[in-house]
């Protein structure tokens, strides 16, 4: 079970994880610092975070660790969209979909994606 949410970056770093599987703090760093500066000792906090989230285990192999995630990058969306609807939206998915639709600028192939979408739901028992 996930605890919490994830910060700005450790999400950074769960996406790492998700797109390469396994990787050590060194590499983390690494790969980060092609964005951004990241401080090793950073990474190594935000790991031990994601870890006590229950997000990111490791495996050790002799004094080094491999992080991966535990959580899949469909179970983290869903948690963050369920969490972002409760607090914006009284968790109504529609609120949220008529919202995006009076204030923001959508496209018509967009909108027609959205209304088959409308019309395969309606179909469904």
Same mark, same amino acid.
């Given at each position: 079970?996930? @605890? ?10 769960? !996406? %790492? #994880?998700?797109?390469?599987? +396994? #990787?050590? $703090?060194?590499?983390?760093?690494? &790969? #980060?610092?092609?964005? +951004?500066?990241? /401080?090793? @000792? ?5 790991? &031990?975070?994601?870890? $006590? ?6 495996? *050790?192999?002799? !004094? *080094? ?7 899949? +990058?469909?179970? $983290?969306?869903?948690? $963050?969209? &369920? ?11 529609? +609120? %949220? ?9 959508? @496209?018509? =192939?967009?909108? !027609?994606?959205? &209304?088959? #979408?409308? /019309?395969?739901?309606?179909? =469904?028992?």
């Amino acid at each position: 079970m996930i @605890s919490g949410k994830f910060g700005k970056q450790q999400l950074k770093i769960i !996406r %790492l #994880l998700w797109k390469h599987g +396994e #990787l050590t $703090a060194r590499e983390i760093t690494e &790969r #980060l610092n092609r964005d +951004e500066t990241f /401080a090793h @000792s950073t990474v190594q906090t935000l790991l &031990r975070q994601l870890e $006590a989230k229950n997000a990111v285990g490791h495996v *050790t192999n002799g !004094r *080094t660790f491999k992080f991966r995630a535990l959580v899949s +990058e469909r179970k $983290a969306t869903q948690g $963050a969209l &369920r969490d972002f609807l409760g607090r914006l939206f009284q968790g109504s998915p529609a +609120e %949220l979909a008529v919202h995006l639709v009076q204030n923001e600028k959508i @496209s018509k =192939q967009e909108l !027609r994606k959205l &209304r088959e #979408l409308i /019309a395969q739901k309606e179909k =469904q028992p």
